[in-house]
């Protein structure tokens, strides 16, 4: 393994800025990503010896230099190309909620990826380093979301991830509500059931056209029954029990739709517009007046 020939470029400060993701979006299970308008936002230079300095949420774990994520994506890439990773120091600040279901993950892959491209001189194109994210993700859903933003339908091919993306501009406002306790990926996988009925099958697929078409031509009247789910809600509530609680807040007309934001246990609440009254509809519904909510809009995607 060797240094890479350094260039000027690799040389030169990275900033990345890449945002949350609300994937599944009830239906649209794997296959489906909202890029939400909460950041990590990296600061990356080359330096004597590997340091983080952590800001925001989560700053002690985003901080820790040993089993950090983002490093050792980054430096796991470049051994895979025999390239000796350059030392780092990353000022690092970050808005997402880890373990909660709103692509943490996904964005300390893709940086990590994107690190390696720009400071290993790999020269990959946007192809190869989406196709790089979600192999190690497993899948594109959240990847894809956080590298082009608005709501992207992404699939896995033998050529690589095809993606198509719509509704970075829509006006609709996002509240996440974030319970106390986070919740594995691997464990709400482990949830699921290894076959579905014809019928909740169909349902789904209709249900997932639905998604997309009101994303795609800002047709919110359509996400109530475009939100709905069989196939991994259903199966999840017992690991997120703030889903049922809040489900029933479609029935105001304020609300347009409601889903577990990817596995859980976090809930994403789409409306029109913002109320204040929303903060109060969600912790009502959820009987804890300390819930946590979030709010914000769809994100334009990755700022590179």
Known sequence: MSESGRNPIQNKPLHLRLPATSANLGPGFDALGLAMAL????????????????????SDLCGRLEGNLILTTYMDVLANARILAPRLR?????????????????????????????????????????????RREGHPDNVAACFFGGMTA?????EGVVTATFGQ???????????????????ARALLPAHYSREDAVANIQATALLVAA????????LRTAMQDRLHQPYRIKAC????????????????????????????????????????????AAKDSELEILHTTISTGAFR
């Not at 990590?40 to 989560?58: K, Q």
């Not at 964005?107 to 190869?128: D, P, Y």
């Not at 974030?178 to 919740?183: D, G």
């Not at 609680?245 to 994403?268: M, N, Q």
């Open 39 to 58: 950041y990590l936002t990296i600061d990356a230079a080359p330096a004597e010896v590997f340091h983080i300095d952590a800001t925001g949420r989560n």
């Open 154 to 158: 992404s699939a896995l091919t033998k």
């Open 241 to 284: 029990p703030l889903l049922p609680l809040l489900l029933p807040l479609t029935e105001d007309p304020a609300v347009l739709g409601v889903a577990l934001s990817g596995a859980g246990p976090s809930v994403l609440v789409i409306a029109e517009s913002s109320d204040p009254k929303f903060d109060h509809l969600i912790r009502r």
């Open 215 to 222: 994303f795609a031509q800002g047709r919110g009247d359509l």
């Open 90 to 134: 990353l000022a690092l600040n970050n808005e997402i909620p880890l373990g909660m279901g709103c692509g943490s993950s996904a964005a300390a892959l893709l940086a990590g990826v994107l690190m390696a491209n720009h400071f290993g001189g790999l020269n990959w194109t946007a192809q190869q380093i989406l196709d790089e994210a979600c």
């Open 169 to 187: 501009d829509l006006p609709w406002r996002l509240l996440l509500a974030v319970p106390p306790a986070s919740l594995s990926t691997k464990k």
